[in-house]
């Protein structure tokens, strides 16, 4: 009799202990992920910024609105690459974190001469 109660408590425990991480899983599930956009911008006001990217071929561009909650890392400017973490609702994508990639993209500079 001790044995049969040792191994239903046994496998109560290991029952248990299983179904904890499914819960946390759950929860970690219903939880929306953050949505990227990388591109380069082809348009900007003060209330919304049009990113552009080119992915096998095929050209797309995204409007995103900006916010005074939308943190911007960096000098925002026309041609520059960016990386748009955003947010969709009713009103469509808004953004909420912008990140400069790289700086306005300037004139070749000329090349060295050689000394003779």
């Keep these: ?9 046994f496998i109560g425990l290991l029952a248990s202990a299983a179904a904890t991480p499914l819960l946390a899983d759950e ?18 006001t003060p209330d919304t910024i049009m ?11 995204r409007t995103f609105r900006l ?3 939308t943190k911007i890392e960096g000098k ?12 969709t609702d009713d009103d469509g994508d808004t ?4 990140v ?9 500079k000329p090349a060295k001469q050689k000394k003779p």
């Design 67 to 69: 916010t005074p909650q």
């Design 51 to 61: 990113v552009g990217r080119t992915v096998r071929g095929k050209a797309e561009s």
């Design 76 to 87: 925002l400017a026309l041609k520059v690459r960016v990386t748009v973490r955003y947010i």
């Design 1 to 9: 009799m001790a044995g049969l109660s040792t191994t239903v408590l």
């Design 100 to 108: 400069v990639r790289g700086s306005v993209p300037s004139a070749p």
């Design 95 to 98: 953004a909420t974190l912008i």
């Design 27 to 44: 929860t970690g599930a219903s939880k929306s992920a953050d949505t990227f956009f990388a591109g380069t911008v082809s348009q900007s």
